[in-house]
């Protein structure tokens, strides 16, 4: 039932993904570092550079640290489909691992 799509999958695209050797969090971070002032985003005439982006994600992730989530646990996240709300998404990666 899950291989159905394969009977019109192009040929020239791969089946299966491969893993990147590092996370969003740690490509942001990174190019934070060396592009702070670059567009990370742009979106409807928003610019958001590296740095404030890697900003928003560490504020969201003090805040929900604060309030108790610990890494493990779930936490739904209902955004509108902004440049704003990618902090939101990139919080995934920056929880500490156990």
Not at 29 to 48: C, F, K, M, N
Not at 68 to 88: E, F, K, M, P, W
């Amino acid at each position: 039932m899950f291989d159905r799509h394969f009977a019109v999958w192009p040929e020239q695209v791969p089946r299966e993904l491969e893993l990147p050797a590092t996370n969003l969090y740690h490509n942001i971070t990174v190019s934070a570092l060396r592009y702070p002032e670059h567009p990370a985003i742009h979106y409807y005439g928003t610019d958001i550079s590296y740095r404030e982006l890697q900003d928003q994600t560490e504020r969201l992730a003090g805040y929900l640290q604060q309030a108790g989530v610990q890494a493990g646990d779930r936490v739904l996240l209902s955004t509108c489909r902004t440049a704003r709300s990618t902090s939101s998404a990139t919080l995934q990666f920056c929880a500490p691992t156990p």
